[in-house]
């Protein structure tokens, strides 16, 4: 798929396979501002990161979300090369586009709708390279529900599948950047990962999304540290020089997240960065 643009953004040309993704006709497309084709809440943020970028001569590379008139949502994988005029000055862009819908939906977790495991696999790896690509921060994060096998035992199987969907609704909601991304990756824990923000963007962001699975109020009355289901939370965050692995990263999230469930209901953070071999732990009191 694939659209020819001006410095501006605004679509010169379209593929028909392109017009097929989108579900408009060419002449619906041609002279309207592309928006790179992501339609999702935070478009804005993402057409600002895109030109960022591409107006200093370098390719972006990414995915967007693209929901049709009927509500559906499909995904592709992006690419925006700049065009040159004779004297090297950026007078446009190509965009290629690839799309990875059917590849989303066969890896959906169908109790949750979250990505599942081995989604997790595909996309973490993905995305660590274009956060080291761009020198961003990439920060991992695993979520395990607290004594939630004695919320199963109390309350049945069944209710318990139902406090996963809450709880995972939940996660999603916070959801929305192009590069935000949440799994179920196991019975009752989660991963969410993103990048570009810093270490206490991400700890006031994980913190927002651990009130408020708590604040749903899902009664749990085998719960010591709280009358309603809470979550622990453990993650690492790494800088653009890491070298780290994704195993390895795992690990060092995994490590938080047992201190988090010393607490339990809270967040362990840790930091690596590759130069200082710094380590930096933050973990707030149990509410």
């Not at 318990?160 to 995972?168: E, F, T």
Request: aromatic share 10%; glycine share 6%; net charge negative.
């Amino acid at each position: 798929m694939l659209a020819t643009l001006d410095k501006e953004g605004i679509i010169q040309d379209v593929s028909s396979a392109l017009c097929r993704f989108l579900g408009n006709g060419k002449e619906q497309l041609i002279g309207k501002a592309s928006h790179f084709f992501d339609n999702s809440d935070d478009f804005e943020e993402l057409e600002e990161e895109v030109l960022s970028q591409i107006l200093t001569g370098k390719e972006w590379q990414g995915e967007i979300k693209h929901f049709n008139h009927k509500g559906s949502i499909s995904w592709a994988n992006s690419k925006v090369v700049p065009q040159y005029d004779e004297n090297y000055n950026v007078i446009g862009f190509v965009n290629i586009l690839v799309s990875i819908t059917n590849k989303k939906l066969s890896g959906v977790d169908k109790l949750t709708s979250m990505l599942n495991r081995r989604r997790y696999d595909e996309v973490i790896v993905h995305e660590m390279q274009v956060a080291k690509r761009n020198e961003h921060n990439f920060t991992l994060v695993i979520v395990d529900i607290d004594f939630f096998k004695k919320y199963n035992d109390h309350f049945g199987h069944p209710q318990g599948d139902i406090a996963l969907q809450k709880v995972s609704e939940q996660i999603l909601s916070f959801i929305n950047r192009p590069n935000d991304y949440a799994f179920r990756i196991g019975g009752e824990e989660f991963a969410i990962i993103f990048s570009n923000l810093t270490l206490e963007q991400s700890k006031s962001f994980v913190e927002k999304i651990r009130k408020s699975i708590e604040s749903l109020n899902i009664d749990h009355p085998q719960s010591t540290v709280s009358p309603y289901v809470t979550a622990s939370f453990g993650a690492c965050v790494i800088d653009g020089q890491a070298a780290l692995q994704a195993e390895q990263l795992y690990i060092e999230a995994d490590k938080a997240l047992y201190l988090a469930k010393e607490q339990r209901n809270s967040v362990a953070m840790t930091q690596w960065r590759e130069q200082e071999e710094l380590r930096k732990l933050c973990i707030p009191a149990s509410i």
